[in-house]
């Protein structure tokens, strides 16, 4: 083959690749890859169904209330009770808590206003809005409400735990009561100021307990159950509270 032959040959198959290449570059799929963003940010999981908590976020009943009930509760926006005023409250409270925390999940029309589901945070786990419903009813000072378990079933009374061996009252504190109890947040006593515990003692571990599960509206503050951590078992909250004790004597 003659040197011309050659170049013509190569020329002849240059062309080809090109031609092939060229084709393959303007298919739609070559085109979506090339102008497809090289990256993304995601903030929360939009394939994850409303009540899975996909991002942590506050549990507390006072810190779920602040970052996302605060906006309408606060000022009664679109009809939304008054958080801490029993006359808003009152018809409301009549339903039960079982009721009132099924409506602030799935959301309700009511004839004053409407509350859109889990206060229009998709993001927020049943547990973090059943939190926030229980401490906003705890803010309130009506008489005969009844005390309920995360469950939502309303009991009688509740009795002091019999025992807390085994549980680490201060690791209890550090996760669900230091936030307030540091530095008197809504009236709460600060550990370490015997003057502030005095009363609350006088009163007896029996009493303390039994507010500190059920949750108590005092003249000076307000207790929410659990302190607005509905997870904590009653034997965890007995635990954190004789260590307040403990630390406060």
Known sequence: MSKYSTLVTVFIIGMQVCATAQ????????????????????????????????????????????????????????????????????????????????????????????????????NLSDAQVTAAVEYMVALLEVPGTPATEPGGEAVAGTEAPSTTTGIDGEAVYDRSCVACHTSGVAGSPRIGDASAWAPRLAQGMEILIEHAIRGFQGSTGVMPAKGGNPALSDEEVAAAVQYMVEQSR
């Open 23 to 122: 084709a393959t570059h303007r298919t739609p799929e070559s085109l979506e890859a090339r102008l497809s963003p090289i990256g993304r940010i995601t903030f929360s999981d939009e394939s994850a169904p409303a009540g899975t908590e996909t991002s942590g976020g506050p549990t507390g009943g006072p810190a779920v209330y602040d970052t996302s009930c605060a906006a309408c509760h606060g000022d009664g926006v679109g009809g939304a009770p008054v958080a801490g005023d029993p006359d808003d409250w009152e018809d409301r409270i009549e339903q039960g808590l079982e009721m009132l925390t099924e409506h602030a999940i799935q959301g309700y029309q009511g004839a004053s206003g409407v509350m859109p589901a889990r206060g229009g945070n998709p």
